[in-house]
């Protein structure tokens, strides 16, 4: 007789079948193009805000002539357009009695090296502040009518965008003296070239783009990023996870650009280590705006961070859907109701600007509706009655 057969082994346990469905390349390669979209977007808001909306752009003028550094190389300026060439002592010369015209040079000589202070000093007063403040809105409104086709404060002669200063410099000649200087200057003293004729077609064409170009990219990026979810399948929560870090990280890369283009644009201009200070000043003046909207990028991509960790399978996500179950199974709109109080919490101290503007709380705003439908669906699922 055989030997009678020796009991087969047990056969182990299978391992939990991983989660099939989706399309996890397709979803990955839809959030890596939803993150660059939403870096072109950020540019293109801060620079639809600074250089499209009258408000933001005086309101940056403002803070610039409020600036120490910035005022001492504007006052410099001022005080080189007031000397330029002898005028003023040709005045003193023709003032002064025959046996003190002599001194005219040297009358010249001390009053152009105190015409900066009194320059700067003039531009620290607060009444020619409000006329900078009046005058640069002027110059903003009639800019964009430039780019849309004539003005009067900026002119386009020849094709060619200016900036006309020679009030401020009249003003400062009266301040040294020099009472009828205005009628002496000459034709280009105070211009500033905004825009150069070659320039102007391609400014104009820019601004038809800009203005519509924010809402088409920030709406492109937030469908290229529903559609990683939505071809997430199984891994959707792992999905949404990469969205928030992909705001995260589209804030983030704007920041560090904004940093290291400063010191490229610092280094270029600045002729000097004096200069330097004052064109730091006007950099981080500029782009405080583009900051503001990366921080709020930002910000979004840590809500949606936040919201992916609420419905994940940590320990302090799942006993917080536990706990809240009873209360949203029996009401459905406890879910919403504390959408809505984070939502006001958020827009009453809006701690990043887009919270205040409208699009930016249509969007928070249908964030959080979906957030909550989604999460109490989970939870109902997860906690039965």
Known sequence: MSAPDAPAAPTPPAAPAAPRGGHRKLSLGLVIAGTVVALLAIFSIWANR???????????????????????????????????????????????????????SVV????????????????????????????????????????????????????TVTLDLK???????????????????????????????????LAQEGVKLLRHLPIVLTLLALILFGLAIWFGGPRRREVLRSVGIGFIVAGAIVLLL??????????????SETGK????????????????????????????VLAAWLAGPTRWATRLRRESAPYVRENRAVAFGAAAALFLLLVAFAPVDAFGRPLGMLILAVLLAVGAELLSRQIARENPA
Request: proline share 4%; no cysteine.
């Open 167 to 201: 009030p401020l410099v009249e003003t400062l000649g009266e301040r040294v003296g020099a009472n009828e200087l205005g009628e002496q200057l000459p034709v280009g003293a105070g211009r500033l070239t905004i825009i150069h004729s070659d320039e102007l077609e």
């Open 277 to 304: 200070p004052a064109f730091e000043a006007v950099w981080g003046i500029g782009t405080s705006l583009l900051a503001d909207v990366a921080r709020s990028a930002l910000a979004f991509g840590v809500l949606v």
């Open 50 to 104: 600074q250089l499209l909306n009258t408000d933001n752009w005086v309101s940056t003028s403002d803070r610039l002539i409020s600036n120490e550094k910035v005022d001492e190389r504007l006052a410099n300026y001022l005080a080189e357009e007031v000397f330029t060439g002898e005028r003023l002592e040709a005045k003193l010369e023709e003032a002064l009695p025959p046996k003190l015209a002599p001194l005219a």
């Open 108 to 159: 010249a000589g001390g009053l152009h090296g105190l015409a900066p202070q009194i320059a700067q000093k003039l531009l620290e007063a607060p009444r020619v502040q409000a006329l900078w403040s009046d005058a640069n809105r002027k110059a903003h409104e009639e800019l964009l009518q430039v780019l849309d086709g004539g003005g009067t404060t900026i002119t386009t002669e020849n094709g």
């Open 258 to 271: 904004r940093t290291l283009g400063g010191h490229y644009v610092v280094d270029a201009l600045a002729k």
